[in-house]
């Protein structure tokens, strides 16, 4: 794939006033156009590598001449500029980075001039798209780069620093080098076919196939984990009204979010908040209470409560300690159990609390675990602030896994790369059934080079500018 030869110029700093903003220009022309507008000690094309140096900026013609339009009002801005030349630098290209004052008009100001004197205002992500193009970084890295960023938990950015540092993407290389070697040696035979001389034993290459199809497999088991700690987990209150779900999310709050009253049915529509619990992140959602009604808004909450238990990572049904089970809370269980199909009885996601016990106890665990099965049943009080550390934990065991987590581990965080790797699981099948049939080792290599160009795709290797646009499309400007 070509790597663009024009240079590219954005504000990397969010929009908005502040005590400094950072503009950053990448390509062959980077320190020329910004020597234009510099006025320090020394020239910039003079400049030493990794150095920041003083001046000012200055409205100039493309000669670096004063404007004459300007007058008096020439000098724009006291700046510290920084100076990284190829192939030191985070795009591999020269890249020039000016620190002016915060405030979005002086900034924009600065990029008008960048762009007027031969820069092109940058497209979202493409600096990370040039560091990828250049070898500076693979794709998985690149990922990486934008879930640093977006990190909302210590665990969300200790996992987006691991990919960003190799972890995954060495995991892929390793593999990806042991088909090509496997895939080499049968090709290799092939072409000493007739002298009769041979290069891979059947049963070797069986293992060898087996051996790359265990470790996707298990590559493939931490997507859902890895997701969790990319995005959140989508953790879903549900319950029948006045059970205290509200109050519940209020506690895990901290803070009076959720209006609570007396009176069943006063959340009438979903509500989602951030929670940050041990280093893992969770959007809390507080739903109505699941109810028959002829109410046309709690009918509407109903159906949008429904449709959040269908994609909720963990659901946790609250009940109320006071008052012994009911008619609506079976129904409930039996409607998500409906909603979210058999596989999610194994109840490994779903978590009970039986809320209220500050009052007399007429629910009990046991009542919980006839309905729920084997799943985690809490004891709590939202009103007073009982139970919640026992919560906290299982909400974090829960979301992450009886492996929990582990930085030295290789995760799969996103869809892109679960796709990849499926489908290179499957061509890696294919080629185990042409070894067990006997077949030509020709057909066994077609596979083989099918699984590692799939795995080509994870990290970059093999790709096209339709899937880099979507990746980097994602990206905020200026990074």
Known sequence: MTVPEDTIAAISTPSGSGGIAVLRVSGPSAIP?????????????EAQSHKAYFGQIVDANRNGQANPRCGASRFLDEVIVTIFRAPNSYTREDVVEISCHGGQFL????????????ARVAEPGEFSKRAFLNGRLDLSQAEAVADIIRAKSELNLRAALSQYEGVFSNRIKNLRQELVDTCSLLELELDFAEEDVEFAAKTEVETKIKGVIQNIEDLLSTFERGRILREGARLVIVGRPNVG???LMNALLKEERAIVTEVPGTTRDVLEEQLNINGVYFRVIDTAGVRTTKNRIEKE???RTLKQIQEADILLFLFDGSQPMKEQDI???EQVFALRGQKDGSRKRMIAA???IDLKRKLTNSDIQDLLGDCPTLEISAKEFVGFKELEDVLVGVSLGDSGYSQDEPLVTNLRQKVALEHATQSLHVALGSVKRGLSWEFVAIDLRGAANQLG????????EDILG???SKFCIGK
């Open 470 to 472: 979507n990746i980097f």
């Open 107 to 118: 900034s924009s100001r600065i990029l008008d001039l960048l762009v007027n004197h031969g």
């Open 331 to 333: 129904s409930l269980v």
């Open 457 to 464: 795709e994870v990290i970059g290797a093999v790709t096209t």
């Open 245 to 247: 779900k509200s109050s």
């Open 354 to 356: 039986i809320n209220k």
């Open 33 to 45: 156009i910004v020597d234009k507008l510099f006025r320090g000690k020394k020239r910039l094309s």
């Open 301 to 303: 909450g109903v159906t």
